[in-house]
């Protein structure tokens, strides 16, 4: 389900939109969130250092990443794999 999810709000993005990058985030904390974002080859493009804080009230940073239009076809077809 979740890699459908994420095939459908891509492929909007790209091939309707005709967006030239999907820009991705989470928190430093959430390695779950960060390793699935990975397995997308989604490149990171960095980290905002203090960017968010938490409900805890823990600062963190955000990590940044994005998938490039060039990118898609290679992405889209390891989900359309993984959909199977």
């Not at 940073?61 to 060039?70: L, P, Y």
């Not at 992405?75 to 359309?80: E, F, R, T």
């Amino acid at each position: 389900m979740n890699n459908a999810c994420k095939f459908l709000l891509m492929r909007y993005a790209f091939e309707v939109l005709s967006y030239q990058t999907v820009a991705l985030r989470t928190s430093s904390l959430n390695t779950r969130s960060q390793a699935a974002i990975e397995r997308l080859d989604a490149k990171k493009d960095g980290v905002i250092g203090n960017k968010r804080t938490t409900q805890d009230g823990i600062i963190c940073d955000t990590v940044m990443c994005s998938i490039m239009a060039d990118e898609w076809p290679n992405v889209k077809h390891n989900l359309q794999q993984k959909m199977q």
